[in-house]
């Protein structure tokens, strides 16, 4: 229900395929896209993950069968799961991108939230219906608001009303919104822009986002300085401005 391919440049793709439930995850479901994630993170072949779902869907979240037949133990080890896919996501040193058809929803879109870029088609749908399933959304739903703005947050998440693909470009919580028969290339081409650069220096730069989204603003100043100096004694800057400046020169 998890499958992979191999995409040009790099680009590892990981397809959620349970189409006949709307690509609705269940628990092996979440074990299995951490892993392939994983997976992707430690190979060096890989340089750029994208992640989509099969059929006409991203995905409806996670299987309400998880919730319906569902404990407090099983329900801590599910959003734990979670938590380390969204942590391996926003933490892995690769760009990842989404793209998304139709629904989005819950888990689906921490999952989205958690990624670089998010693509998506006209009839695409973004939603944290769980407080209509008697939950409170959790984990990296915490990030919406990063996103989207505090206002708009409490918004959806306290509704559980979806928002379409144009109001979620206009609240900035997608970067594209494309034809369906683009949206694929297009995520991966996101990712592939990326790609162009040094993989240290992205590595730098993500780690450095995650870093401002949980220090006070005067640390995220002073501590990203270190950063700087490091890719100078590595020589990466040096490099690439020499090259720039020899393609100038002969234009």
Not at 126 to 132: D, K, R, T, Y
């Amino acid at each position: 229900m998890i499958r992979t391919d191999n995409l040009e440049g790099g680009i590892r793709l990981v397809v959620i395929d349970r189409p006949e439930k709307l690509n609705a995850m269940t628990r092996e479901m979440v074990r299995t896209l951490r892993d392939r994630v994983s997976d992707a993170e430690g190979d060096r072949k890989v340089r750029a993950v994208v992640i989509t779902g099969e059929g006409s869907s991203f995905s409806a979240g996670i299987d309400l069968n998880e919730f319906a037949n569902g404990s407090a133990d099983s329900a801590h080890a599910l959003i734990e799961m979670l938590k380390d896919l969204c942590a391996l996501i926003r933490n892995m040193p690769k760009p990842v991108a989404v793209a998304v058809r139709g629904h989005c929803l819950g888990g689906a879109l921490e999952v989205a939230m958690a990624s670089d870029f998010r693509v998506c088609t006209p009839d695409a749908s973004f939603g944290m219906p769980e407080v209509a399933v008697g939950l409170p959304s959790v984990i990296d739903a915490a990030l919406l608001m990063h996103y989207v703005g505090l206002g708009r947050a409490k918004e959806m998440l306290l509704t559980g009303e979806p928002i379409g693909a144009e109001q979620a470009l206009a609240w900035g919580l997608v970067n594209r919104v494309v034809e369906a028969d683009r949206v694929l290339p297009e995520a991966a081409a996101l990712a592939a822009t990326v790609t162009g650069h040094h993989p240290s220096t992205v590595r730098a730069q993500k780690e450095l986002i995650e870093d401002w989204l949980n220090e006070p603003l005067e640390e995220s100043i002073e501590n990203s300085i270190p950063f700087l100096v490091e890719s100078f004694r590595e020589g990466v800057p040096q490099k690439t401005a020499r090259e720039i400046l020899e393609r100038r020169r002969k234009t």
